[in-house]
């Protein structure tokens, strides 16, 4: 039997937000790969091999599968959330880029609920006109170019949803964004943070900027930012359709 990649999304946490597809999908493979916790999801089985790594190691790890696939294996590579949001997906095709040999394998990326929208979805809907989503993390892009992208993104009255907001090893990054927000957009402004969503320590807190703290989120939050004409309706958030 010929080897297959799929690239899949596990969803925020609750097994009840993994879809069909990717259960179907993992029914079928030989190999798993994937960072520790995202593995530590899938049920072991008979036949079924898994490969857990480290976080840093995404190129090896895509490289890895790949080999496997090319070798006659049906390789799961697992994401949380969905695979092409800050995850695996990126990896594999830059893996990808430089094996021209690789690259008529049979490949697909199952998609999955991203963090931000089981985020969205807990509040109420504060996504509901344009927003954007940017990754808070320094380790592949300069902080400098963070900063620009949230003064822009504030500056053009988005919602933002903000990834790996805060982390142990850089624990000022977040505190310097929320003084450039607090600046941009003014101190009313509604933040949500949402913290292991669809799982049973599921914490959501809606707050103004002016009460908004660094240690209000950790590597297991999504933040929300509404845009100026999101509001509060009882105990949701959410953001008109219309800008009219
Ligand atoms: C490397 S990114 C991966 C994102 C993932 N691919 C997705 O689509 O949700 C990890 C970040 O996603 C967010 N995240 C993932 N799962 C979450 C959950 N259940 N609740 C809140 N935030 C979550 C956190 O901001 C975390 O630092």
Not at 87 to 92: E, G, L, N, Q
Not at 112 to 115: D, L, M, P, Q, R
């Given at each position: 039997?010929?080897?297959?990649?799929c690239?899949?999304?596990?969803?925020?946490?609750?097994p009840?937000?993994?879809?069909?597809?990717v259960?179907?999908?993992l029914?079928?493979?030989t190999?798993?790969?994937?960072?520790i916790?995202?593995?530590?999801?899938?049920?072991?089985?008979?036949?079924?091999?898994?490969?857990p790594s480290?976080?840093?190691?995404?190129?090896?790890?895509?490289?890895?599968?790949?080999?496997?696939?090319?070798?006659?294996?049906?390789?799961?590579?697992v994401?949380?959330?969905d695979?092409?949001?800050f995850?695996?997906?990126?990896?594999?095709f830059?893996?990808?880029?430089?094996?021209?040999?690789?690259?008529?394998?049979?490949?697909?990326?199952?998609p999955?609920?991203?963090?931000m929208?089981a985020?969205?979805?807990?509040?109420?809907?504060?996504?509901g006109?344009?927003?954007?989503?940017?990754n808070?993390?320094?380790?592949l892009?300069?902080?400098?170019?963070?900063?620009?992208?949230?003064?822009?993104?504030?500056?053009?009255?988005?919602?933002?949803?903000?990834?790996?907001?805060r982390s142990a090893?850089?624990?000022?990054?977040?505190?310097?964004?929320l003084?450039?927000l607090?600046?941009?957009?003014?101190?009313?402004r509604l933040?949500?943070?949402a913290?292991?969503?669809?799982?049973?320590?599921?914490?959501?807190?809606?707050?103004?900027?002016?009460?908004?703290?660094?240690e209000?989120?950790?590597?297991?939050t999504?933040?929300?930012?509404?845009?100026?004409?999101?509001?509060?309706?009882?105990?949701?958030?959410?953001?008109?359709r219309?800008?009219?």
């Open positions: 039997m010929s080897g297959w990649l690239i899949a999304g596990l969803g925020p946490g609750d009840n937000l993994v879809t069909p597809e259960t179907l999908t029914e079928a493979a190999d798993v790969v994937g960072y916790p995202y593995v530590a999801r899938i049920a072991p089985r008979a036949g079924l091999r898994l490969h480290d976080n840093r190691v995404e190129l090896d790890r895509a490289r890895a599968a790949i080999d496997m696939a090319a070798q006659g294996r049906r390789v799961v590579v994401s949380s959330g695979p092409g949001v995850a695996m997906a990126s990896a594999v830059e893996a990808l880029e430089n094996r021209p040999e690789w690259q008529a394998l049979d490949i697909r990326v199952l999955g609920i991203t963090a929208l985020a969205a979805a807990s509040a109420g809907a504060p996504l006109h344009d927003f954007c989503a940017i808070l993390s320094d380790n892009k300069p902080a400098a170019l963070i900063e620009a992208r949230v003064r822009a993104a504030a500056g053009a009255d988005f919602a933002m949803a903000f990834y790996n907001p090893s850089r624990p000022h990054t977040f505190g310097r964004v003084d450039i607090r600046d941009t957009c003014g101190p009313d933040i949500s943070f913290r292991a969503v669809s799982t049973p320590e599921e914490k959501l807190r809606t707050v103004t900027l002016a009460e908004a703290t660094p209000m989120a950790d590597m297991r999504v933040v929300i930012v509404g845009n100026s004409a999101t509001r509060r309706v009882g105990r949701f958030v959410y953001t008109p219309s800008a009219l």
